[in-house]
Structure formats: C-alpha cells, structure tokens
C-alpha cells in the first residue's frame, strides 16, 4: 500500500507520511546540528563575561596559541587541571581577581603546550572523529533535502514518484553509515590514552599557585593591598608587578615584610604615658598607683577621713616609674645613608642599604597610622641628596615609594647637609601648621665630623622645634659608640649588627 513501481523511471513510488517516519529522526539531527558546544571548558555567561573582560585586557593571553575547538583532548586536558590537588589552592588565590587568574594561566602556558604536544596522537584521532560526526551531520542535511524534494513532487494523495522516494531511502541509508562512522570514530578516540596529563597537569597547577603565592606575598610585603590592586589597570599592576619581581627590590621583599610585622606588633604595644620601670614614690591622686599601705587606712574607719583628705591634697604615697612615652606628633623623617659601604652585605647576604630602606619603608607605615606627614632623604656625599615626601592627608604614591627604595647615590658621607634639610621641614611644618615634636631617624654605617657653627645652630633647632633625633649604626659599632659624632646628635642610639634581625629596632616603633 505505501508505493509502487513508477511507471516512468522504474522507480519504487512511496507515501510522503511514510518516508517522512523513515526521515524523522535524521530530520532532528539536522534541525539541532547548530546546539552542540564548541568549547572545553564547561562555562556559564557570567564566567564568558568575565573571560572576554580579562581577555581584552591582557595583551600576553592574546597573543597565547589558540586551542582548536570541539577537540576531546582539549577537554581531557584541562579536567586533569581542574583535578590536580593544587587547583582548590590556585583558585583561592585567584577568585575574583581577573588579573591573577589571567597570570594563573599565562603561568601554565608552556606546560599546556608541552601536553598539547604529547596528545598529538589523541588530537589525530579527535579530528577524525570530528570529520567523521561533521559528514553525520551533513548526511542527515541530505536526509532533510531528500524529503522536501519529495513534499515538493507529491501527488494530492500524498504518492511520491519513484525516483523522489528513492532518493529519500538512499538519503537515509547513508546517514545511517555515516552514524555508524562517526560512533566507531569517536569510541576509538575515547579509547586513545594521552601519557602523563595527570602528572603534568598537577605539575602546571602546583606551579601556578606557587607563582600566584609569590606574587600576592611580594605585594603584601611592599603594603600593596588588595583594594589598591583591584584600582589599578591591567596593565599598571602588571608593570608593578614585574618591577618588584626584578632587581633589588625582590631581594628585599622577605625583609621588608619582617619589619613591617614586626612594626604592627610594636604598635599594638604603644600606649601613651604608658607605666613602665618603678623607680621609686612620689606624691599625688592617681589610685591606680597607690603603695599598699595607703590602701590599708581605708580599712580603718577612723583613718578614712585622713585618706580622703590626702587624696584631695593630692598627697597620697604613689609607685614612681619611668616608661616609654610616644611623643611625636610632627613629620617622621628618616635619614638613609646610600655611600658606598652600604652596599656591603652582612648575614644572610643582606646589604646594610637594604636592612635601612627596610627600616625606612616601616616608618613610613608607622606615621600613616599615625596620621602624620613621612619625608624620606637619601644622602650620601655633600652634594648628593634626594627628598621623597609622603603627607598624612594624600594617599601614598606607591610608585614614589618605589623610587625611595631603589635610590642609591653612592659616593661618601655627610652628615649635615641630610640634617640640615630635616631640620627645614620641621621648620617649614611649624611655620605652616605649628606642629612641632618631630621625629629624625639617622640611619648610616660612618661617622663624620660637623662643625661647630653647625652644631650650634643644630641644638637651637632642636630646642625652638622640640623635635628628637634617633640614630641607627648599621654594620659599625664605632658609629653608635660613646663620643662619636652620632651619639653627640642623637637623643637615643642603637647599633645593628645582624642584618636579619629587625627587632633590633624595635623600640623605635614603640616611641616613634
């Protein structure tokens, strides 16, 4: 009933709703030919957003080798990423920050190339399989084609001539062998095994979250946080970042993040007016500090009345003691010697240069907690000078701090064309907000002379501005030693000797 033999052509006539259940499931694969996915990472819109977001961004992933699409290989390789035991990690370190995770994957880029390499022979087969399922669906296409000729030669009853109908059976016939290849295809790719993705996809992630570790720790150390990052650019954060992995810089990364640890402890500490050694008793009306024996009257009913009266006279027998004070209330000036001798190292490898910008760069920290104005001077020579100003009420410019770190002049030492330029600060600081009690931190590794005109005119600024001055002998005993010229400048003196100890400056941090 469903065909015949068409009188014409000898062909075998059929009924259109009948080549149409014959075509109907070839139709379907045609029809959602269009919906199958072209990537190898499973991904929403909002992680598409964010990738395109970061892709403009970053020149260095642009410029990376592009990865075919609808490869299994691809797919393999990066769920072997996804399942390497430093991945949870990498992706601490990277959430929510595109530029890291741009970094992340700038970081795995060779290893990925190298396992790209090594899948060759599985990347072979997946576009076999991939040729195999486009001729599928191309037949199925055919099958589609087959059948609308045939609507377009029905008869009214729905009769399909011959030659129409077997073109549909034909159609269908070879979509059903091109289903067969593109299966057997794609089974013996899923079969194909890639040696050592695994292990070399763990060794990718492990180094990624090393290097995003790395990066994240040089950039706390340097006080970068992680709302002055996400305000940078791009590119901007790129180039800070490659200027503190490089150079001297990086070498002092470890050691500025001690002292600044160090420094937030110290800060912690520092309470005004705080009580510290007893030293013996006074008189007066502060009951925290009353001897027990004055305390015992109080137990008497009839010595009360005393007790009260000595108390209003501010008479009662108090604990004396002597404490650090923190004082300071103008600009915090550090004074670092780059002569020559400061390059020479001491434990560790560490530079005395790098043991005082460290110092330094904590002591900026410590003033903007402070609220007040931080003024770094490179000296060296007489005529060699470089002033970096930091005021309290402007956010810091990191890329002047970075200037600050990496001046060296080299040359000799003076002492008092750094302090003499100190000393105008704190001068011009009075004249313009009449602030006084400033602070100079003298960090050098020589002793040299001033004259005695100068000196004079040195105490009479310290005397009229109230300012003190701290001296740090770094490397040379000789330097902080009774009768040297340091320690007659100086209100309170150290000497360093291990480069790696930062608590050698400890105190600086509690009165300061």
């Known amino acids: 009933m469903g065909g015949g033999t068409d009188p014409d052509t000898g062909g075998s006539a059929g009924r ?19 919906a199958r996915h072209t990537g190898a990472v499973v991904a929403d819109r909002f992680d598409r957003i964010a990738w ?21 290989v691809n797919h393999r390789i990066v769920t072997a990423l996804l399942e ?7 992706h601490r370190e990277t959430v929510g920050d595109p530029y890291a995770a741009a970094m992340a994957v700038l970081a795995q880029g060779s290893a990925l190339r190298r396992m790209l390499d090594d899948s060759r022979p599985a990347r072979d087969r997946d576009e076999r399989a991939e040729r ?22 029905a008869g009214e009853d729905g009769t399909v001539p011959g030659p129409a109908a077997d073109a549909v059976r034909r159609a269908v016939q070879e979509a059903e062998a091109a289903q067969a290849r593109a299966a057997s295809e794609a089974a013996r790719s899923l079969a194909v095994a890639v040696p050592g993705i695994r292990a070399a996809a763990s060794g990718a992630v492990a180094r990624s979250a090393s290097a995003a570790r790395k990066e994240a ?75 027990p024996s004055e305390l015992a009257h109080l137990g008497l009913p009839e010595l009360r009345a005393v007790f009260a009266a000595r108390y209003a006279a501010r008479e009662l027998m108090l604990y004396d003691s002597q404490g650090e004070q923190a004082t300071g209330r103008g600009a ?40 007040r104005d931080f003024v770094g001077i490179v000296f060296s020579a007489a005529d060699r000078l470089r002033v970096f100003r930091f005021p309290a009420g402007r956010p810091a410019d990191f890329t002047r701090t970075l200037d600050f770190a990496e001046t060296f002049l080299g040359g000799g030492t003076s002492y008092q064309r750094p302090l003499s330029a100190a000393g ?22 020589d002793d040299c002379g001033v004259t005695e005109a100068w000196m004079r005119g040195w105490n009479e600024a310290k005397r009229r501005l109230g300012f003190r001055v701290f001296g740090v002998g770094i490397g040379a005993p000789r330097v902080a030693a009774a009768g040297s010229v340091l320690a007659a400048l100086c209100d309170n003196l150290r000497s360093v000797e291990d480069f790696t100890d930062v608590h050698a400056a400890a105190d600086l941090f509690r009165v300061i």
């Not at 020559?340 to 410590?366: F, N, V």
Request: net charge negative; hydrophobic share 45%.
């Open 132 to 153: 195999a399922r486009r001729e599928a669906e191309d037949a199925a296409d055919a099958v589609a084609e087959a059948l609308r000729q045939a609507a377009d030669e």
């Open 217 to 291: 720790a040089l950039m706390r150390a340097w006080g970068v946080g992680p709302g002055e990052l996400e305000r940078m650019a791009f590119d901007e954060r790129a180039r800070l970042a490659e200027r503190l992995r490089t150079g001297r810089l990086a070498e002092w990364a470890e050691l500025i993040g001690r002292f600044r640890q160090m420094a937030d402890g110290q800060r912690a500490r520092k309470v005004e007016n705080a009580t510290g050694e007893l030293i013996g008793v006074t008189l007066g009306d502060d009951l925290s500090r009353v001897v």
């Open 424 to 445: 105008e600060l704190l001068e011009e600081e009075f004249n313009d907000a009449a602030r006084t009690r400033g602070d100079i931190v003298m960090l050098t590794d």
């Open 52 to 72: 395109r977001d970061t892709y403009e961004q970053s020149a260095a992933l642009r410029e990376a080798t592009e990865m075919t699409p609808t490869h299994l």
């Open 332 to 371: 915090v000036i550090a004074c670092v010697d780059t002569s020559h001798s400061m390059y020479e190292a001491g434990p560790g490898g560490i530079t005395r240069e790098a043991w005082a910008k460290a110092c330094a760069l904590a002591l900026l920290d410590q003033a903007r907690h402070a609220g």
């Open 16 to 34: 259109l709703g009948g080549l149409t259940d014959l075509a109907g499931r070839w139709l379907a694969r045609s029809a959602g030919a269009t």
């Open 84 to 90: 390497s035991p430093d991945f949870a990690e990498l």
